[in-house]
Each structure stands twice: as C-alpha cells, then as structure tokens.
C-alpha cells in the first residue's frame, strides 16, 4: 500500500473524515489515499474506527464494480478482521463485486468456497486478476509463459510457454501455481531482448547478477549458475562470466557476497557497514577461507589510514587463529596472509606470521602458490618477496621459470627484465631449449610468443617445433592441462604453422613432418589436420609424407632399442600399471568425497590425471608389443646404422663424436644419441667421405664423416648396465 499523502496525514479527524467522505464520490476514487486512511485510522483511534471506513468504501467500490479497489481493501481489512462473519463480508463483497462472468469464474476458482485460507484465497485471485492477453508469466512445471487467452466459460487460461505453446491451465490451477511477472524480470528480458540480455552477459556481468537475484530472491553462487546456464549462456561461458560477475558486484556496497558458497548472495538497502557488530561476526568466523575473504572485503570498503588498534587486533588475531596449525601441503594460504597482512601493515607480533615469510621463498612452495592462486595474487607475492630479498626473488623467479602455469610467465619475465637479470632469464630458456626441457607452459608461452623468441635468438624454429611436439607428448596434470592445450591448439593454426615453418630450410621440413606424423601428442585425426594444413602450406612436403610412408612401412618390421633402456620402459609401465593407476584411483575415491562433483577441483584434476594415465598406458604397452631389445653385436661399419660410433668434422676443424644406438637410447655424457634424432636421422646410410647438412643451433652446418668404428668399450658397459 502507497504512503498517505503528507497533507492528509495532516489533517484533524474531523477534517480527514470530511475528506474520506468526499474522497468516496470522486473520479476516479483515490482508492491508494483511502486505504492509507483506514490504515491510519486503525492505527489512531482502533479498529472499530477502521471498520466503519472499510465499510463505507466497500459499498462504494461494490456499486461501482471496482475489482482491483475491491480485492485490495479486502487485503488489508483482513489484516486485523480473522473473524468467521468477516469471511462472508468479504465473500459477499467479491460476489456482488465481481458480477460478470469472467469476474464470477475467477472468485470462484479463487478458494473462497473452502480449503485454503482467507489471505491465500485473496492472492490467489489476485494472481487470477491481473491474467490478460499478454501477461508474462512463470509456472514451476512449465516454466516461462505469455497468457494468450481467457476462456471465462470453461475457466481456463491458455498460456504460450516456452517448453509448450497453447497450453490450458484451469483458473483454479493457475491461481495456485502462477506467478504474475513484469518487464524487468530475467525471464521478461530473455524472451523480449535475447540479444541485449546476451550482450549483457559479456559486457555487464554484475547486472546480469543483479537481475537474476530481483527476479528469483536470494541465492548461492550454485544455484545461480544452474538458473543461468543453458538458459542464458552456454556452460563454457560460466567461469569467464562468473569471474567478471564477482569483480563487479564487490565494488557494489548494496551487494553482499558471502565468503562461503552455502551462503547465498544479498542485494541490500542500504550499504554494510563495517560496526562493531560486523567485527565481532569477524572475530567469531572459523574457516580461512571465510577470514580471506572478510578481510578481503573491509580492506576495499576503508579508507587509508581507518584501521584503528582495536579492529587490527581482531584482523590479527584472525589471521593468527587461521595460520595457527597451516599444513605444510597449503603454502598458498599462507601466502595470502602474509600479503594481506602486509597490505594492511600488521605487525609478525599482531598476527604470528612468520618473520620474514623466508617460506615463501623456497622453489617448492613457490610453484605450488603459483598453481593455486590467481595471477593477481601471484604478483603480490611476487612484490612482497622482492620488498624483502630482491635479488633472492629474482634468482628464485629464474630457478623456477618453466614449472609454473603459463598465464604467469610474461609478468614474471617482465618482472625479471625490470631488475636488469633479461640476459640471465634467455641463458636459462636457451639452455632449456637446448636440452628439450623446457615443459609445456613454457614451450606454449615461446610459441605464442614468436617475436620474443625470435629477438632472443635462444634456438632455431626446428628446435621449438620439437620442443612443442615433445611437449605434447609429456603427462600432464593440473593447471599444466591449460598450458597443454593451448600448445596443441596453436599448432593446429595455419597462421602459426607458416611463422614457424617459414624460416626452416627444405630437408628439416621434411623431418619435422616425419616427426609430426609419428607423434602421440595429438588422436589420429588431429594429427591428419596437422599434415594437411602443412602440406597445403607446402606442397612439395607430400612427397616426403609419401617416402615417408614407405619407410614406416618397413620400419615397422622392426623396431630397436638396448637392452637397457627396454627394460627401464618395462619397468616404468609396470610403475604406472601398478602403483600410479592404483594411486589416483584412490584420489578420485577420496575427491569424491568432498561432494558437489560439479564445482569440486580436487575430483576434475583427479579425472583429467586417470585419462592422462590411461593414455599413457595404451602408448607404452603398443610401444612394448613391437620395440625389440638388442646388443648391437655384429654391427657392419660400411654405412651408418645403429650401433656404430660416427666421428665427423666441422668446417672450424673441430672433431665431433655421436654413438648411435636404439629408439629410446640417449646419453650427452657417452655421446650417445637415439636412432629416431634429426641428426641420427640425416646420417643413416652415409658412408665415411660423405658430406652431411647436420641440424646445429644457428640452423645448419655442413659436416664431413671421418669415419664409423665399432662402439667402444665404455658405451658396451652401458649398455650392460641398467
């Protein structure tokens, strides 16, 4: 009900009753304004005052067959008259009210005839009332519906919903289930203005937020994305949403969102304010998650300087109580507390952190902060360390550069060239490279990086093309699966494909294409769209898929390795059948206790781990079905082949010797290289005087064979070893 108009509230009695009785002949009757004076009068002076002015209106409303005047006065009347002579007041009322047919069928389909209360037979017919072509409006079964038709002589209402149009529903059903909604509601906006509601969902998330909490009431995070998904954004879209939502809602003060996600989020009145009863909830709060972020969300609401002795010794206290007892296993927490505290300028002696945060600085708590936390939280950590031991944060950032996710190495590099260390950051990626060991994330971050790469200097196009490929080849897990599939998913890019391949000369295109097609980094048809888009890019490459083809051909009537190394993949597929399946088994077992399957972290990377493992599995037991052992005795020297010892000459005059053993053979130390390397490669089948174009850092060198000897006794030691 509107507030009383300030001049009537004002009046006398006497001259408020004069103007209640004038008010009754009006037009239109200001039926708000009167209603506000029956209230008034109840209020002032009882309800047998009230009565009498109910009673007046309603005989005027009656005459005049004001249906909407009616069923409001009896809404309030109702509020004080529980009475069973009221009921037939009322019934009467509507009877008389309602005379024509429509009117009639709804107050009968109403309940007034028994069943239900007297207030739940007033709004259900209110419900009946506003129904009219074009009303919007939502059924728990159906869902979203437009009304299209009253059908006042069998009672029925026929609805367009969206899961089902032309739908009848009986007046007495619809007034029970139905709810009446209007322009501004989610549902309104989704079915009127799909494509501003869409635009809405990619440029004002926390609108959309707010929409959805008006029109369907308050809610946890959950069940927000069950109203949302589907409906108004496809589920991939959830998390970019959803991230976007949260920035903006917290630099809302009227929205209020828990730190718990059981909790469901708030549209206030007016803004939090952050009293002494907000700090004893504070100070009573036990999970520190719900400590990070209560501290999180008063550090935003305050102003420099507001944090006076008293709530700094709750905020300390928190923190004390949270890192009291912090495992080992959660670095990540504590991180968050030592910045937060920071940040705040609390003292090691306020909040018992420890002095200097010196764990902080350790490469395997590190790695682990830089998995778990957000970029953002990363760099502050980043910033407090540095404020504490620069140059051991650097040497830390450089120690760690290709173990953590790769939404963070452009910061940290940039981080790493604004302390002047840029030349020691490229000797350590060059060396990397050089040694294929750069991981994922950091083979991703190179290639998506192609001038940094290139204005580095670091290695040859072919060597990155390699380290991708083995890369992608690599077990994953955890946040490294982002960097893994961005990484396959550039070198599925034909953009990318022509940057990379463009520089590298013909005969190592050659190879590289070899190399593709024998990867296992990709399922059979993403690596068939690989070849293609090469081969589109360079024509003259078919051929060399088509000698290639020949000779996995008759490669694949043997293939060698030592007798070493056969064994060491025996036994790491033994580990992994044996110990690694059974032991993620058991931590999918134990994520799925935590519950929520949908929103539970620990049971997704379980998941994404069993069919890295799987995968795995199958390569290595269909490496094992046909890989054959062998000791390399009775090797003929004439050509290159497996099991010799090559020695070549460079045009410098330096010597250079290679051992060429099996597949899976390598040793830098021995010189000892696999039989499936580029430069093993481009070496078989020469002969001693042959002139070779052997791979080199600089891109190629031509190199002379001296000669091909028998494989010494050192390398015959390994290959008895093991």
Same mark, same amino acid.
């Given at each position: 009900?509107?507030?009383?108009?300030?001049?009537?509230?004002?009046?006398?009695?006497?001259?408020?009753?004069?103007?209640?009785?004038?008010?009754?002949?009006?037009?239109?009757?200001?039926?708000?304004?009167?209603?506000?004076?029956?209230?008034?009068?109840?209020?002032?002076?009882?309800?047998?005052?009230?009565?009498?002015?109910?009673?007046?209106?309603?005989?005027?409303?009656?005459?005049?067959?004001?249906?909407?005047?009616?069923?409001?006065?009896?809404?309030?009347?109702?509020?004080?008259?529980?009475?069973?002579?009221?009921?037939?007041?009322?019934?009467?009322?509507?009877?008389?009210?309602?005379?024509?047919?429509?009117?009639?069928?709804?107050?009968?389909?109403?309940?007034?005839?028994?069943?239900?209360?007297?207030?739940?037979?007033?709004?259900?017919?209110?419900?009946?009332?506003?129904?009219?072509?074009?009303?919007?409006?939502?059924?728990?079964?159906?869902?979203?519906?437009? /009304?299209?038709?009253?059908?006042?002589?069998?009672?029925?209402?026929?609805?367009?919903?969206?899961?089902?149009?032309?739908?009848?529903?009986?007046?007495?059903?619809?007034?029970?289930?139905?709810?009446?909604?209007?322009?501004?509601?989610?549902?309104?906006? *989704?079915?009127?203005?799909?494509?501003?509601?869409?635009?809405? $969902?990619?440029?004002?998330?926390?609108?959309?937020?707010?929409?959805?909490?008006?029109?369907?009431?308050?809610?946890?995070?959950?069940?927000?994305?069950?109203?949302?998904?589907?409906?108004?954004?496809?589920?991939?879209?959830?998390?970019?949403?959803?991230?976007?939502?949260?920035?903006?809602?917290?630099?809302?003060?009227?929205?209020?969102?828990?730190?718990?996600?059981?909790?469901?989020?708030?549209?206030?009145?007016?803004?939090?304010? @952050?009293?002494?009863?907000?700090?004893?909830?504070?100070?009573?709060?036990? =999970? *520190?998650?719900?400590?990070?972020?209560?501290?999180?969300?008063?550090?935003?609401?305050?102003?420099?300087?507001?944090?006076?002795?008293?709530?700094?010794? /709750?905020?300390?206290?928190?923190? !004390?109580?949270?890192?009291?007892?912090?495992?080992?296993?959660?670095?990540?927490?504590?991180?968050?507390?030592?910045?937060?505290?920071?940040?705040?300028?609390?003292?090691?002696?306020?909040?018992?952190?420890?002095?200097?945060?010196?764990?902080?600085?350790?490469?395997?708590?590190?790695?682990?902060?830089?998995?778990?936390?957000?970029?953002?939280?990363?760099?502050?950590?980043?910033?407090?360390?540095?404020?504490?031991?620069?140059?051991?944060?650097?040497?830390?950032?450089?120690?760690?550069?290709?173990?953590?996710?790769?939404?963070?190495?452009?910061?940290?590099?940039?981080?790493?060239?604004?302390?002047?260390?840029?030349?020691?950051?490229?000797?350590?990626?060059?060396?990397?490279?050089?040694?294929?060991?750069?991981?994922?994330?950091?083979?991703?971050?190179?290639?998506?990086?192609?001038?940094?790469?290139?204005?580095?200097?670091?290695?040859?196009?072919?060597?990155?093309?390699?380290?991708?490929?083995?890369?992608?080849?690599?077990?994953?897990?955890?946040?490294?699966?982002?960097? +893994?599939?961005?990484?396959?998913?550039?070198?599925?890019?034909?953009?990318?494909?022509?940057?990379?391949?463009?520089?590298?000369?013909?005969?190592?295109?050659?190879?590289?294409?070899?190399?593709?097609?024998? =990867?296992?980094?990709?399922?059979?048809?993403?690596? &068939?769209?690989?070849?293609?888009?090469?081969?589109?890019?360079?024509?003259?490459?078919?051929?060399?898929?088509?000698?290639?083809?020949?000779?996995?051909?008759?490669?694949?009537?043997?293939?060698?390795?030592?007798?070493?190394?056969?064994?060491?993949?025996?036994?790491?597929?033994?580990?992994? /059948?044996?110990?690694?399946?059974?032991?993620?088994?058991?931590?999918?077992?134990?994520? &799925?206790? @935590?519950?929520?399957?949908?929103?539970?972290?620990?049971?997704?990377? !379980?998941?994404?781990?069993?069919?890295?493992?799987?995968? &795995?599995?199958?390569?290595?037991?269909?490496?094992?079905?046909?890989?054959?052992?062998?000791?390399?005795?009775? $090797?003929?020297?004439?050509?290159?082949?497996?099991?010799?010892? $090559?020695?070549? =000459?460079?045009?410098?005059?330096?010597?250079? $010797?290679?051992?060429?053993?099996?597949?899976?053979?390598?040793?830098?130390?021995?010189?000892?290289?696999?039989?499936?390397?580029?430069?093993?490669?481009?070496?078989?089948?020469? =002969?001693?005087?042959? +002139? /070779?174009?052997?791979?080199?850092?600089?891109?190629?060198?031509?190199?002379?064979?001296?000669?091909?000897?028998?494989?010494?006794?050192?390398?015959?030691?390994?290959?008895?070893?093991?």
């Amino acid at each position: 009900m509107a507030d009383l108009p300030e001049k009537i509230g004002k009046m006398a009695k006497e001259e408020r009753e004069e103007w209640f009785l004038e008010a009754l002949e009006a037009e239109p009757m200001p039926v708000e304004s009167l209603l506000g004076v029956i209230q008034l009068a109840r209020d002032q002076e009882g309800e047998e005052q009230a009565d009498g002015f109910a009673e007046m209106m309603c005989e005027s409303l009656v005459n005049r067959q004001e249906k909407r005047g009616i069923l409001e006065l009896m809404k309030l009347w109702s509020q004080w008259r529980l009475d069973a002579a009221f009921a037939d007041t009322c019934s009467n009322a509507l009877t008389k009210g309602f005379k024509d047919r429509l009117g009639a069928a709804l107050v009968k389909n109403a309940g007034f005839d028994g069943g239900v209360t007297l207030k739940e037979a007033l709004r259900r017919l209110d419900v009946l009332l506003q129904l009219s072509p074009g009303v919007f409006c939502h059924d728990n079964t159906w869902g979203f519906g437009v /009304v299209s038709r009253l059908d006042d002589f069998y009672g029925k209402a026929t609805i367009d919903f969206d899961g089902k149009r032309g739908h009848q529903l009986s007046f007495a059903y619809a007034a029970e289930t139905l709810e009446i909604i209007g322009e501004d509601h989610l549902y309104v906006r *989704r079915h009127k203005e799909p494509e501003r509601l869409s635009e809405m $969902v990619k440029n004002n998330a926390a609108e959309v937020v707010r929409i959805t909490i008006r029109s369907l009431g308050e809610m946890t995070a959950p069940d927000l994305k069950d109203c949302l998904v589907d409906g108004v954004m496809p589920e991939a879209d959830w998390k970019r949403f959803w991230d976007a939502a949260r920035r903006g809602l917290k630099e809302d003060p009227l929205v209020d969102i828990p730190a718990k996600r059981s909790e469901p989020i708030r549209l206030l009145q007016k803004a939090k304010e @952050y009293d002494s009863g907000w700090f004893a909830k504070l100070a009573a709060e036990r =999970s *520190r998650e719900g400590v990070i972020e209560s501290i999180l969300e008063f550090e935003k609401s305050r102003d420099a300087g507001e944090l006076d002795e008293e709530h700094a010794a /709750v905020i300390g206290d928190r923190i !004390a109580h949270s890192i009291r007892g912090l495992a080992d296993g959660q670095p990540e927490l504590l991180a968050r507390f030592v910045v937060l505290a920071a940040r705040l300028g609390l003292a090691e002696s306020t909040t018992g952190l420890p002095e200097g945060a010196d764990k902080l600085l350790s490469e395997q708590r590190f790695v682990a902060c830089a998995e778990r936390l957000s970029v953002r939280d990363v760099n502050e950590v980043i910033n407090y360390l540095a404020a504490l031991d620069l140059t051991r944060t650097v040497d830390l950032l450089l120690h760690v550069l290709e173990q953590v996710p790769v939404a963070l190495i452009t910061d940290m590099v940039e981080f790493i060239e604004k302390h002047g260390r840029l030349d020691d950051c490229i000797a350590k990626v060059s060396d990397l490279i050089g040694r294929n060991e750069a991981g994922v994330d950091l083979a991703c971050w190179l290639c998506k990086n192609l001038d940094v790469f290139e204005k580095w200097q670091i290695a040859d196009h072919a060597a990155l093309v390699i380290q991708a490929i083995e890369s992608i080849e690599a077990d994953c897990a955890g946040v490294h699966l982002k960097g +893994e599939k961005q990484l396959r998913e550039l070198l599925t890019q034909t953009k990318w494909l022509k940057a990379v391949f463009g520089p590298i000369g013909e005969r190592q295109r050659e190879l590289l294409l070899r190399r593709v097609e024998k =990867s296992i980094g990709w399922d059979e048809s993403g690596k &068939r769209s690989v070849l293609a888009r090469l081969i589109k890019l360079f024509p003259e490459l078919a051929s060399a898929l088509d000698s290639g083809d020949a000779e996995e051909e008759s490669a694949s009537k043997g293939r060698y390795t030592s007798w070493r190394t056969l064994r060491q993949r025996q036994e790491q597929f033994r580990k992994l /059948v044996e110990e690694d399946i059974p032991a993620n088994s058991k931590e999918i077992g134990v994520a &799925r206790s @935590y519950g929520d399957l949908r929103e539970n972290f620990e049971y997704q990377a !379980a998941k994404d781990h069993q069919r890295l493992l799987m995968q &795995r599995k199958a390569e290595m037991e269909a490496d094992l079905e046909v890989m054959q052992g062998t000791d390399f005795a009775n $090797v003929v020297t004439s050509k290159v082949a497996m099991g010799v010892e $090559v020695i070549l =000459s460079t045009l410098s005059g330096d010597n250079e $010797v290679y051992r060429i053993l099996g597949e899976w053979d390598r040793d830098e130390t021995l010189e000892i290289v696999s039989s499936k390397s580029l430069l093993a490669e481009k070496l078989m089948g020469c =002969s001693v005087g042959d +002139e /070779v174009m052997l791979p080199s850092a600089e891109g190629e060198r031509m190199c002379h064979l001296e000669d091909i000897n028998a494989l010494p006794d050192e390398v015959r030691a390994w290959l008895n070893g093991g």
